[in-house]
């Protein structure tokens, strides 16, 4: 079966069916409540809906108070300054729903230890995780062995254009972040994580509630999906399709009370829609089409007092919206350089003021825009269905850079800039405290550590003491040079939890020995990870080019980095100090780096179709590396060099393979200085393009050379005679196979056992060995839906790592051999049962069909 059916069939790279994603596990008790009393959230919402700057209405429901009845609301006590039920956490549980908040602690004082008994009692271990969740729950439970072929277990890297956010508060360091198509919760003290896998396209935006408890993420591509997760316990609690199916989300955000989310399509012709995702319904509340002259809204944000009420901003434009029984309106208030005779420059985040009466929104020119509204409030019915107008009232200027960052919290706004300066300012935009640092670049987002709630009174308390001195609690910086920083402000220390690649991630190779993995990028950055226990041992940054591809020779002695700008360097493994002067042979970007079985020899390939080898020789007593010889052998680009072994001898041979379908053998022998001798040339293919090449295992007494072309075949090749001995459908997962290797075992009981890791267009998978064409004997795993760009296995085969490139991460896969047998064994059972095979019989027969789709 190809990929586009295993796409139709919505799979999440997971296994699981996009169905199976959006549904929690064991949904009894919350479909029935939902169908005796309503989705949670679904309350009448009291009072119509407020414009801006008139409050919340005061039968508005909390986070946690929106999943009780109303009558447990009721008896919640008042916060006088809002008007609405203050909540540090659930009512009693009522039996008809169980009490979703786990471990947050209740009001009620003396009733904790009541109420965990209750729970206990009322789930008796058969209710679902979500509603017994805690925090912290993600990493105490047991790592169970997957049923999947291979499983994530790891991610380098992340997506510096997106909000980096502290899920802990103190000093518990729980952050959480987008790799690629995957939302990653990272303990960094515990050296944990945890993956947040559904999508099938890269994340484009995400965004977390007040309470640190849900995350909703959203992607741009076909199938779009938005995914709101319960933080706690990792489960997948509700799953939008198709939102926006013309291009996907652009921007999401999730209103301070948890009930309602906003989005904004990617497309030309943007749409703003307003989900209650708490209700089961499938269509959006209410939604509203932008003209294009607005611009890409790519920022949204709720007002923290009003969920009926939220703001967008393109660079050119800010939008503000009100919603309610009328539907969604907006306006668009002008602002140009003439309004002030100032220059305004491009919008980056807009943000509600604490005062509930204005709007302010950043610029690249360090200046904030004060909006407000063009005539008074009203709290009457007419004036709530009209659509709201907002002005542009000042243009405050703040400082001379650009300002990237803007956030307002319950009592003061702060700004992150370009140059790496966070700023708090208080009502009046006065200053109050900066903090900077030298090695900070541009901020990309600011996320402040969860404060434990306040006890009874303080609040009265420290407004009866006076004027207080400025704090703020500890918060992380996220840049956009992929560098992730915890500020302690108590003591304006910086100090750096993850800083990761700041270009496209090429390239990656595991040492043939040890636990180590090599990763070069376009920045020029080089580092030897330990893979078991995940953590940098060492790096080195080249400045003058950037790192394409990586090879260890099979000593593990040397590292080879082939870069952009055509030189190559021969490293020490571990060190990473240069064994010899870097060699500059090549005129174009060195594509292919590989070494010969005894380390004698390398060879590379470049952009403009040559193949360059260098020899390791004796010189003044010591070895040292030197250029061989190098020729133009291709007339297309070259796809794979690979060194092997003499069938008569132990000499190492040579062989490259190009898109001009020619296979040329090199004599590695008869060579000389500046003259590199060919011994074969032949023609592999005649209509399809061969793009990948690796020895066969030896099954029986002819040796076989593999390779995969363009039309999803993979062919044998005697060794000898390069006569094609057999022709097999491969891997058909919607787009051919781009690089393959033999996965290394370390089986004594086994030995005829072998499996090919593969990489295609955005998928890793595995295919049994011997190839038969049988397609029960491969599966794929959506990896890098922006694309892969290399492959490497561990030494003992039980991992393999993918690169990214663009999207700057390096996933880490867990190989299970025992389960993938299990389950290509039994699905090809199934199918032979049948007398026709079809892949809806197939999976009736057998579900477990479904996880190779």
């Known amino acids: 079966m190809d990929s586009s059916d295993a796409t139709s069939e919505g799979m999440s790279q997971d296994g699981r069916t996009r169905q199976e994603a959006a549904v929690p596990p064991q949904q009894g008790p919350v479909a029935a409540a939902w169908e005796e009393e309503g989705a949670p959230g679904d309350a009448p919402p009291g009072p119509t809906r407020s414009p801006l700057g008139t409050g919340v209405p005061r039968t508005l429901f909390s986070t946690w108070d929106g999943w009780q009845d109303t009558t447990a609301s009721k008896t919640a006590p008042e916060d006088t300054a809002t008007g609405t039920p203050c909540s540090e956490g659930p009512p009693k549980p009522t039996p008809a729903l169980p009490d979703p908040t786990g471990a947050i602690s209740s009001p009620h004082g003396g009733h904790e230890e009541q109420e965990q008994q209750q729970r206990s009692e009322q789930h008796d271990g058969s209710a679902s995780l979500l509603w017994v969740a805690q925090p912290g729950l993600l990493f105490q439970e047991d790592k169970q062995s997957s049923c999947h072929p291979l499983s994530l277990s ?267 300066r966070v700023k708090f300012y208080n009502g009046q935009l006065q200053l109050l405290a900066c903090y900077s640092h030298s090695g900070v670049g541009p901020i990309c987002s600011i996320s402040f550590s969860k404060s434990p709630p306040e006890p ?88 003058e080019a950037g790192i ?91 796809r794979s060099i690979l060194f092997g072994v003499q069938l008569d001898s132990n000499e190492p041979r040579l062989l490259s393979l190009g898109e001009d379908r020619q296979l040329v053998e090199y004599d590695l022998s008869s060579s000389s200085k500046d003259r590199l001798v060919i011994s074969h040339r032949d023609r592999v293919e005649q209509v399809a393009v061969p793009l990948c090449l690796a020895w066969y295992p030896q099954f029986g007494t002819e040796s076989f050379i593999l390779t995969a072309n363009s039309c999803y075949k993979m062919k044998l090749y005697n060794t000898t005679t390069k006569m094609c001995r057999k022709t097999l459908l491969g891997p058909t997962y919607g787009s051919p196979l781009e690089k393959i290797q033999i996965l290394p075992t370390r089986s004594t009981t086994e030995p005829q056992k072998c499996y090919l890791a593969y990489i295609t267009q955005d998928k890793v998978g595995l295919q049994i060995l011997p190839v038969d064409g049988n397609p029960h004997k491969s599966s794929a795993f959506i990896c890098h839906p922006g694309g892969v760009s290399d492959l490497a296995c561990s030494y003992d085969g039980r991992y393999v790592f993918t690169a990214g490139g663009s999207d700057r991460t390096v996933l880490k896969w867990e190989v299970n051999l025992k389960s993938w047998k299990t389950i290509s064994t039994m699905c090809s059972c199934a199918a032979k049962a049948s007398t026709r095979w079809r892949p809806d019989r197939c999976q009736h027969i057998f579900p477990w069909r479904k996880f190779l789709l």
Request: proline fraction near 4%; charged fraction near 15%.
């Open 548 to 638: 394409q591809c990586l090879s260890y020779d099979p000593e593990g002695c040397f590292l080879a980095a082939g870069f952009t700008d055509g030189s190559v360097y021969i490293l020490d493994a571990i060190s990473l100090q240069s064994c010899c002067e870097a060699f500059r042979f090549s005129r174009g970007t060195v594509t292919h780096v590989s070494f010969s079985h005894d380390s004698e020899y390398l060879a590379t390939a470049d952009k403009t179709c040559a193949v360059t080898v260098y020899k390791r020789v004796l010189q003044n007593g010591q070895r040292c590396w030197e250029h061989l010889a190098g020729l133009h052998c291709h007339y297309k680009p070259i």
């Open 154 to 420: 790891w991610v380098l890297g992340y997506n510096s254009s997106l909000a980096v956010h502290s899920l802990a508060g103190g000093e518990d360091r729980v952050l959480l972040y987008v790799c690629s198509h995957t939302a990653v919760i990272h303990d960094v003290p515990g050296g944990r994580q945890y993956h947040l896998q559904g999508h099938a396209n890269a994340i484009s935006c995400l965004c977390v509630s007040e309470d640190r408890r849900w995350v909703a993420t959203a992607d741009r591509g076909p199938d779009p999906l938005v995914i709101v997760w319960d933080a706690f316990s990792g489960i997948p609690v509700r799953t939008i399709f198709d939102s926006h199916p013309g291009g996907g989300v652009a921007a999401v955000a999730i209103s301070r009370d948890a009930r309602y989310l906003v989005t904004i399509s990617a497309g030309r012709v943007q749409k703003v829609c307003v989900w209650r995702w708490t209700s089961p319904t499938e269509s959006p509340v209410c939604g509203a089409e932008l003209r294009p002259e607005f611009g890409l809204q790519d920022f949204v944000i709720f007002n923290p007092q009003n969920p009926y009420e939220f703001v967008s901003n393109s660079k050119t434009q800010v939008i503000f919206y009100l919603w309610g029984d009328s539907g969604l309106q907006y306006s668009t208030p002008p602002l140009t350089k003439q309004t002030f005779n100032s220059v305004v420059g491009h919008y980056s985040q807009s943000a509600f003021h604490f005062n509930n009466v204005q709007a302010l929104t950043g610029t690249s020119a360090g200046k904030l825009v004060l909006w407000d509204t063009a005539c008074a409030r009203s709290l009457s019915e007419e004036a709530q269905v009209q659509p709201h107008s907002t002005k542009a009232t000042k243009l405050v200027p703040m400082q001379r850079s650009s300002i990237t960052v803007l956030m307002v919290l319950e009592s003061c706004v702060v700004t992150g800039d370009v140059k790496g």
């Open 456 to 543: 009874p009174g303080a609040s009265s308390a420290c407004s009866s003491a006076g004027s207080q001195p400025f704090t703020t609690g500890n918060f992380i910086l996220s840049t956009s040079d992929a560098t992730v920083l915890h500020v302690a402000t108590d003591g304006t220390n910086f100090e750096k939890v993850m800083e990761e690649a700041k270009k496209a991630t090429t390239a990656i190779a595991c040492h043939p020995r040890l636990a180590l993995l090599a990763v070069g990028s376009h920045c020029g950055l080089l580092r030897v990870c330990d893979y078991q226990q995940p953590k940098c041992l060492v790096s080195r940054i080249f400045t």
